[in-house]
């Protein structure tokens, strides 16, 4: 195992953003800032019924109102021969049967199927005259009983979502060992049970969705402004599945994004929508989501229900887990929806421990609700609920302290094939405990939880000890699981004649720090200032065919492509150097900028090799081509194992049920750090996100007529500042083995382990009083309830 | 249709006829193409279009243009000096990563000026969290953009 050394000295300084000017003085360009000339307005009409038949719709009135070009319904897009959203995952079954795959049509085929689905564009001269004419068109629903909840979906007598998809089953897939698992059951000294819900989540970036198209009929080409992830995928989807137009006649740009969370990897409706229409009434048509919109049509994350067993001997070592999910994928299959509750979830249920037999299915439901695809962390939150959840639990029975069980099962020794799949390259799990233990001031707790009972309140501590997989992915072993998409990534090094670089990478940034980060891995390597290197992303007419910013893959993937490209470039530098040190190029080093005869003080520094490439007066023109451009392709040989230990610590008054988060510590193993105050802040984030789920959001369907019940920031609880603790973080590195800089990434991390730490730290805090079990969120209500032995299921 | 409104946007004097309907927003953003000022929510609930109206903070997406006549407004956009240099305030978010995707950024700063203004220059941490929740960040978990207040509070002292 070859750790790659940690590189230059760029590499692992906090260098204050490049990105941050523009936006702290209102520089900023997102997608609704664009403005064309002749730029119309599109509004969408969604369904207000969770479920309905369309037995009519009358445009004329619609059509009349001021300011209308044009009002188009799901017979326009029929009538075009538009294909429906496609889903990039199929799963295959238990029986090794394809899943259920009904139609998504973008725009309603006489049948909408939950809040929100898209009815008809209206598009008009301004906003306000779109949204003042969708209130004039007639729409006649005849509307049918729909069901929301995944549980009631797969019960016989259901209401029906697709008639392609009976009793609302997408799939039932498994993974793992059964008769294993079953036979470590068989022999096991004590079984701890469980039931739990992983809440559904809104994940409301902060700007909205908004795509706007343009098409330009002199070259028959069309441009999309989208508030997106990864604008190739976006493209690739768009074209080939849905719209059939020829991928080299459209270009995407993603500019700057506001927040993603995984709700703007996937192609929508509407980007498809302006896209078409854009041509249909020869104007730019520019689309952007209010808010509630938003909490309607972007996909939603989470929504488990699970029962889970874990098998112990009689010192808590783990023999053997059984897990049962029920997910819910919402209405229709979103671009990943299909491969989050699977393969980003049962792969990840063996955690950092070495349990032997683990056996996994999952029940996937069609109901009457929003789709549900791909939140920070995806898969992997869910995973590390169950497994911390019930691990806590666990060591409650066994009468074991709750770090103690942990690192009785913990992987020491690596790499370590998991029974569910995933080869572990690498890990240090026993120091991030002891780190994060100390971070806490574990030892201190229990003369804080003394004091806090002499004011009558109950302190609990709660451990999450997760892993996630990221990086994604070797794209043989995903296209072996079903994957209908590539997942390596792409970047070019522009190396210009005076020695600054411009770099494309195939990734995107929308908050992440893309533009400070892959400038500090380029200025290292190549020995120039971070200003010398500016980075470029989002447009799929700059940069090569990349696949985007999602499951914390960026510098892990689009990082490892950059350095690929940047061997090609030193490789070839040294090439020009030789022939101008007149020395041979194996004699030819490269360092700190310069490239030097082995052994001499003869040099020629980077800038002067960058000159020569592109005035090659002086140059080997007969052996090689001028100019130093170089891009590369990066398919990953193993996904990375980010891992870490949260503790939380609460303060709970029994009297009213308020949790109060007092202390949270985080230590993570994301490998080498390129920039510890942009990783810092990606752990905050991550962290508000998943005390987020623990204490305050929920998304909340009404169960009979399938409207949705916390649709504004006045019913769904976002996190505000008052609402969270200060965070102390702190990192231990194992660097990755198997990428040039060793990293992990760090995006998800947060969301993914602090939700069951929280959660453990309350059922610890009020253990004493009889609490074994909670469920998210920790309203006061509802922690108020199990104090008082009462249901705490409530709406 | 239409309706004059003439207001004072970063010094400069603008009239228009426009929709009556026209929320101070849509004046900013799409009149005047001062596209820093953002709309998140359009329910007064996340912050992302605050701007000063006569140097108090006002969410901007839930007010009528003609309700402004002759009105200051100061938008993101005007907070910067005459050479670009940052306001305290917008360097504080810089130094300490106060901003990730930089779409609540510029309703955050302004809020955070605002606070400094009411409040002064030491701010607690509790006063800045409580004094924030008007604004909302998915990005920072507020653990930095806290760090920023508390520090562009004391750098702005003086100016």
Redesign the interface.
């Known amino acids: 195992m070859n750790a790659p050394e940690k590189a230059q000295s760029a590499i692992g300084a906090s260098v204050?953003?490049k990105?941050?000017?523009?936006?702290?003085?209102?520089?900023?360009?997102?997608t609704?800032?664009v403005?064309l000339p002749g730029q119309s307005y599109a509004y969408f009409v969604r369904s207000p019924h969770a479920h309905a038949k369309i037995l009519k719709i009358n445009k004329s009135a619609a059509l009349k109102a001021p300011g209308v070009i044009a009002v188009y319904t799901g017979d326009d897009t029929a009538a075009d021969k538009m294909g429906g959203l496609p889903c990039g995952w199929l799963i295959k079954d238990v029986k090794g049967e394809p899943m259920k795959e009904p139609p998504h049509p973008p725009l309603a085929q006489g049948k909408v199927r939950h809040v929100g689905d898209q009815v008809a564009v209206i598009i008009a001269e301004?906003y306000?005259q779109a949204k003042d004419a969708a209130e004039l068109l007639e729409v006649d629903y005849d509307v049918l009983p729909a069901v929301v909840d995944a549980v009631e979906a797969l019960k016989p007598g259901a209401p029906q979502v697709h008639d392609g998809a009976p009793n609302n089953r997408c799939y039932l897939w498994s993974l793992g060992d059964k008769a294993a698992t079953d036979a470590a059951f068989a022999k096991a000294h004590h079984v701890t049970k469980i039931d739990i819900t992983n809440n559904r989540l809104i994940p409301?970036?902060?700007?909205?969705r908004a795509a706007l198209a343009h098409y330009n009929r002199a070259d028959e080409s069309y441009t999309l402004y989208v508030a997106n992830q990864n604008p190739h995928v976006e493209r690739l989807l768009m074209t080939a599945f849905v719209l059939g137009l020829p991928e080299h006649k459209v270009r995407v740009i993603a500019p700057?994004?506001?927040?993603g969370?995984g709700s703007k990897i996937f192609l929508y409706a509407e980007d498809v929508i302006v896209t078409w229409a854009s041509k249909k009434v020869n104007r730019p048509v520019k689309w952007?989501a209010?808010?509630s919109e938003a909490f309607l049509s972007d996909a939603h994350g989470r929504d488990h229900h699970t029962h889970a067993e874990l098998a112990m001997d009689k010192d808590g070592k783990f023999l053997g887990l059984r897990v049962k999910t029920i997910a819910n994928l919402g209405a229709y299959l979103s671009t990943f929806g299909s491969s989050v509750p699977t393969y980003l979830y049962g792969t990840l249920l063996a955690g950092q421990y070495t349990t032997p037999a683990i056996y996994v299915e999952v029940d996937a439901a069609f109901t009457n609700t929003t789709p549900v695809d791909a939140y920070r962390g995806a898969g992997r939150p869910e995973a590390t609920y169950v497994l911390e959840r019930i691990v806590s639990q666990a060591a409650r029975e066994m009468n074991l302290d709750q770090a103690e069980i942990r690192r009785r099962n913990f992987i020491t020794a690596f790499p370590y094939q998991t029974p569910v799949a995933l080869m572990y390259d690498i890990g240090d799990y026993k120091s991030c405990l002891d780190k994060a233990q100390k971070l806490a001031d574990v030892a201190g707790f229990p003369a804080r939880r003394a004091e806090a009972e002499k004011r009558g309140k109950k302190r609990g501590l709660g451990y999450s000890t997760y892993i996630e997989a990221c990086g994604l992915a070797p794209s043989n072993i995903a296209g072996a699981l079903g994957a209908r998409a590539g997942l390596f990534e792409a970047g070019e090094i522009r190396v210009h004649p005076t020695g600054s670089v411009t770099v494309f990478t195939g990734s995107h940034s929308?908050?992440?720090?893309h533009e400070t980060t892959f400038a500090q891995v380029v200025a290292a390597r190549l020995g120039i200032p971070v200003e010398s290197v500016d980075v470029v992303h989002g447009d799929t007419g700059r940069m090569p065919f990349g696949m985007g910013t999602y499951g914390s893959r960026s510098i892990a993937v689009g990082g490892a492509a950059i350095m690929k490209a940047l061997d090609k470039i030193e490789a070839k530098g040294k090439k020009i150097a030789a022939h101008l040190l007149e020395a041979a190029e194996s004699d030819i080093e490269f360092k700190d900028g310069k490239f030097t005869v082995a052994g001499t003080d003869k040099s020629v520094p980077f800038g002067g090799v960058a000159f020569s490439a592109y005035v090659p007066h002086n140059y080997p023109l007969d052996k090689l081509e001028p100019g130093l451009n170089e891009t590369a392709f990066y398919d990953p040989g193993n996904f990375t194992y980010p891992a870490g230990t949260h503790i939380a610590e609460v303060e709970v008054d029994p009297e009213t049920g308020v949790v109060q988060i007092v202390n949270f510590s985080a230590v993570d193993d994301f490998g080498n750090i390129i920039n510890p105050?942009?990783v810092?802040?990606q752990v905050?984030?991550?962290?508000?996100?998943g005390i987020g789920q623990a204490m305050l959001e929920n998304c909340v369907y009404d169960q009979e007529t399938g409207q949705l019940l916390t649709g504004?920031?006045?019913d769904y609880a976002?996190?505000?500042?008052?609402d969270?603790p200060?965070?102390k973080v702190d990192t231990h590195v194992t660097p990755c083995t198997h990428n040039p800089l060793g990293v992990k990434g760090c995006g998800e991390a947060?969301a993914i382990g602090s939700p069951p730490a929280v959660v453990n730290a309350v059922i610890d805090a009020l253990a004493p009083l009889g609490v074994k079990h909670l469920e998210m969120p920790l309203t006061p209500e509802r922690v108020w309830r199990a104090i008082q032995g009462k249901p705490t299921k409530v709406a | 249709m239409g309706t004059s409104v003439s207001l004072i946007i970063n010094g400069k004097t603008v009239t228009a006829n426009i929709?009556p309907?026209m929320l101070l927003v849509q004046f900013i953003?799409?009149h005047m193409?001062?596209?820093?000022?953002?709309?998140?929510?359009?329910?007064a609930?996340?912050g992302?279009c605050t701007v000063f109206v006569n140097g108090n903070a006002v969410k901007s997406c839930s007010a009528l243009a003609v309700q402004f006549e002759g009105a200051q407004i100061t938008?993101?956009?005007g907070i910067?000096g005459a050479n670009?240099e940052?306001h305290p305030m917008?360097a504080a978010?810089?130094?300490c990563?106060g901003?990730?995707?930089?779409?609540?950024?510029?309703g955050m700063?302004m809020s955070a000026i605002d606070l400094v203004k009411r409040h002064g220059n030491s701010l607690s941490?509790?006063a800045?969290?409580?004094g924030?929740?008007g604004?909302?960040?998915?990005?920072?978990?507020?653990?930095?953009?806290?760090k920023a207040v508390q520090q562009g509070a004391a750098n702005m002292k003086g100016v």
Request: hydrophobic share 25%; aromatic share 8%.
């Open positions: 204050r953003r990105e941050d000017y523009r936006f702290l003085t209102g520089g900023g360009k997102y609704d800032d403005t301004t306000n409301n970036a902060i700007e909205p700057d994004v506001g927040g969370f952007t209010d808010r929308h908050g992440q720090g105050m942009i810092e802040g905050h984030g991550g962290l508000a996100q504004s920031y006045m976002m996190p505000r500042a008052a969270l200060s965070f947060g | 929709d309907r953003r799409e193409q001062l596209t820093g000022t953002h709309i998140g929510c359009d329910t609930q996340c992302a938008t993101i956009e910067a670009g940052m917008q978010f810089k130094e990563h901003l990730q995707c930089g779409f609540c950024t510029p700063v941490e509790q800045i969290r409580e924030l929740d604004n909302i960040c998915r990005c920072t978990g507020y653990h930095n953009i806290v």
